[in-house]
């Protein structure tokens, strides 16, 4: 007999099958089992069901050739499902499941106008997932999930065309958890009706970068059915990955990709370009890389204006180092989700752009198996009961805490002064200090520096007498001028200064884990290895953060600055969590031109800062600077 089979209906596949709506079993309806509050595995991947529907996107005709749109979901499911098992499905939606294109990115370096210079230009190279090829099947099937891959909009075998993240895209994996709950026809490859009767309803959505930030734009709809999310460095605001406060910025690693170049990457269909190049003509146009203003194409890829409508529980995991999908993206989510009571948890790694599989393997599993549990069986797992915050303070060390940031965080301000310190006091009367723009060198070669240098200001603290721990959104005030040159940026940089930050004379080079698809264990070919130089001076740079002094104001407006005249520009770093040990020094640095980030105007532009009137502004939980 299989151990699915049951003699008579056991109280926890009731208890399950009344939480979910789905039929209670009988004698011969296979059945959940349940021990010890938790799924167990007892279904045969092998022998799993695999079909493929194609789900009619009612009201999106994207390439308009006069019908509705339409997406691919493939679907792994227990064989029992056949014979009357209901179960709940967790859901991988993605525009890489059929690969990518090779496509050009713009050119970053600019005239004084910011008018594109001629350049070479980059290929884009990201990783292209493999369907039913991770632990989602491997590891959830057997315990009662049905496993759903969605090719978006444009990708693969889908009709339609990619728009990179507005409310075109968002209808496909929307309309795949429609058909899931009898709201949305679906198709076999032969055309004839197909429905979802297995399915409880029930719908987690949980991927990596894209595939993560599909989940957040999906939950913003409010749609029924969608339990639960678990977005992975995934993106709540378009503008904020590809601009920032006003300013053209690119995605580590990735200069010169806008919102045209991801779609053209994932525009695999049949046909493409004959349907969506007029589409994508305009993204083109519309995206602005020379003002780098807030507009409405981008209101529309903003996840933020629609947190109010999320129902969904939200299990949220994000990299303190992923400066692909920056660490603002999910604060703010978080920040928002927290204002709306939304159910929440969170996971900060010190990991970049990754997959947590890949970090804290037994653990993830055990937290996640639970989450799952919890929103899509409605089995009592315990995991509402642990903190809500799990955050990685070093290599392999985790604390877990009631929430993030961590309680009793309070903002403290440092205050640069003429002699290159940090202070705890103002010192108004300290003189200015220029630094002349540049394009060449890097913000590391420009850090690991020493002394003064005419192309960047640096401040630091004294050695700290004890460890001090920030976690939250510092920010920093600068009073200065602009003249002699072209460029609109202001970059700073908050850095730890410390012998055993980085060994002193080694080699220095960063590794940037991109993992676009489902970041499965082995994935070593989206792995991108950097070599900085050799150090002089051990550093890390903890956060950055940028402006285009243009938009002092607001994001959407430029405001043109007359030359030598002060200005008070105030903008936001990343989000972090980090520990500056005892001994370290905490440093301000400040630049224009971030190599690797920002557009690069022709060098030359003078910047006056006043220090004496400018601040640093840091969520210290505990320690003391001074």
């Given at each position: 007999?299989h ?10 596949a ?5 939480m979910t709506?789905a039929t209670p079993?009988?004698?011969?309806t296979?059945?959940?089992?349940i021990e010890?509050n938790?799924?167990q595995?007892v279904?045969?991947?092998a ?9 009619e996107?009612?009201g ?17 499911r227990p064989?029992?499902?056949d014979?009357?098992?209901?179960v709940p499905v967790?859901?991988e ?8 294109n090779?496509?050009s ?11 594109p210079?001629p350049?070479?230009?980059a290929?884009v ?7 039913f090829?991770g632990?989602?099947?491997n590891?959830f099937?057997p ?11 444009g990708s693969?075998?889908?009709t339609?065309?990619p728009t990179?993240?507005d409310?075109n895209e ?12 009898g709201r ?5 490859a032969?055309?004839n ?7 409880t309803?029930k ?8 595939n993560?930030?599909?989940p957040?734009a999906?939950?913003a ?6 339990e639960?999310?678990v977005?992975i460095?995934?993106?709540?605001s378009?503008?904020d ?5 006003g300013?053209v910025?690119?995605p ?7 919102l045209d170049v991801l779609?053209k990457y ?8 004959a ?17 780098g203003d ?11 204006n629609d947190v109010r409508?999320?129902k969904?529980s939200?299990?949220?995991v994000h ?5 692909n999908?920056?660490?603002?993206q999910?604060?703010?989510w978080?920040y928002a ?13 010190q990991?970049?752009h ?8 037994a ?12 929103w899509?069986h409605g089995i009592?797992?315990?995991i509402?009961r642990e903190p809500?915050?799990?955050v990685e303070t070093?290599?392999g060390?985790?604390?877990?805490h009631?929430?993030?940031?961590l309680?009793?965080?309070a903002?403290?301000p ?5 002699d290159s310190?940090?202070?705890?006091l103002?010192?108004p009367?300290?003189?200015k200090?220029?630094f ?7 913000a590391?070669?420009?850090v690991?520096?020493?002394g003064?240098?005419p192309n ?11 460890d001090?721990r920030?976690?939250g959104t510092?920010?920093v005030?600068?009073r200065a001028s602009?003249?002699?040159g072209a460029?609109p ?12 930050v ?9 590794g940037?884990?991109?993992c676009y698809g ?5 994935d070593?070919?989206?792995?991108t ?6 150090a002089t001076?051990p ?8 402006l ?5 104001h607001r ?16 903008w936001d770093f ?11 020094r905490?440093g301000?640095v400040?630049?224009s031109?971030d190599?690797?980030?920002t557009?690069r105007?022709?060098?030359?532009t ?12 840091l969520?210290?939980?505990f320690?003391?600077?001074?």
């Open positions: 007999m151990p699915w089979k049951a003699l008579a209906v056991p109280l926890a009731l208890l399950v099958a009344t709506g079993a009988t004698a011969d296979p059945a959940i089992k010890n938790a799924t595995p279904f045969s991947r022998d799993a069901v695999k079909q493929t529907v194609f789900v996107v009612a999106t005709d994207s390439d308009h050739d006069g019908q509705a749109d339409r997406v691919a979901v493939d679907i792994l064989k029992e499902t014979q009357g098992l209901k967790i859901m939606a993605s525009p890489y499941f059929a690969g990518g090779d496509v990115n713009h050119p970053v370096d600019v005239d004084e106008n910011g008018n210079l350049t070479l230009r290929l190279d990201k990783l292209a997932a493999e369907p090829d632990y989602y099947d590891y099937l315990r009662g999930y049905a496993i759903a891959l969605v090719e978006n909009l693969g075998r889908a339609g065309c990179s993240g409310v968002t209808a496909g994996p929307k309309a795949a958890i429609d058909w899931l709950n949305a026809r679906g198709f076999d032969d055309g009706p197909v429905e979802a009767t297995w399915s309803g719908v987690g959505m949980i991927g990596v970068s894209y993560g930030t599909l957040n999906v939950a709809t409010g749609v029924k059915g969608l639960t999310i977005p460095a995934a993106i709540s378009w503008y990955y590809y601009r920032a406060n300013g910025l690119a580590g690693t990735f200069q010169g990709e806008d779609a994932v525009l695999t269909r049949e046909n493409g370009q349907a969506c190049g007029a589409l994508i003509d305009r993204l083109t146009a519309d995206q602005d890389r020379v003002t807030y507009s409405p194409l981008w209101d529309a890829r903003n996840y933020m409508k999320v969904a939200v299990f949220l990299g303190l180092n992923d400066w999908v920056k660490t603002k999910f604060a703010q978080w989700l927290a204002k709306q009571h939304v159910p929440r948890k969170i996971w900060l790694h990991g970049t990754m997959n947590p599989f890949n970090l804290r393997t653990e993830w599993l055990r937290q996640l198996h639970g989450w799952f549990d919890y899509l009592d797992s315990g509402m809500q915050a799990d070093a290599a060390q985790w604390e877990r009631a929430s993030w940031p309680p009793g965080t903002t403290v440092l205050f640069p002064g003429s310190k940090l202070n705890l103002p010192r009367l300290s003189p200090e220029s002349v723009d540049q394009k060449t060198r890097t590391e070669q420009l690991e520096a020493t003064k240098d960047r200001l640096a401040y630091a603290t004294g050695t700290l007498p004890t001090v920030i976690s510092p920010t005030s600068v602009f003249k002699d460029s940026y202001l970059t700073a940089l908050l850095v730890d200064y410390g012998t055993d980085r060994p002193n004379g080694t080699l220095v080079s960063t940037e884990n991109y489902q970041g499965i264990p082995g070593t070919g989206c792995t290895l950097r070599t900085l130089g050799t001076t550093y890390k740079i903890v956060t950055r953060g940028w285009d002094v243009r938009n002092r994001a959407d407006r430029t405001e043109p600055l007359r030359a030598g005249k002060d200005y008070s520009f105030t990343q989000p972090t969590d980090y520990l500056f040990k005892k001994g370290h905490l301000l400040i630049l031109t190599y690797d980030y557009l105007y022709p060098p030359g003078k910047v006056t800062v006043s220090p004496g009137l400018s601040s640093l502004r969520p210290v939980t320690g003391k600077l001074h």
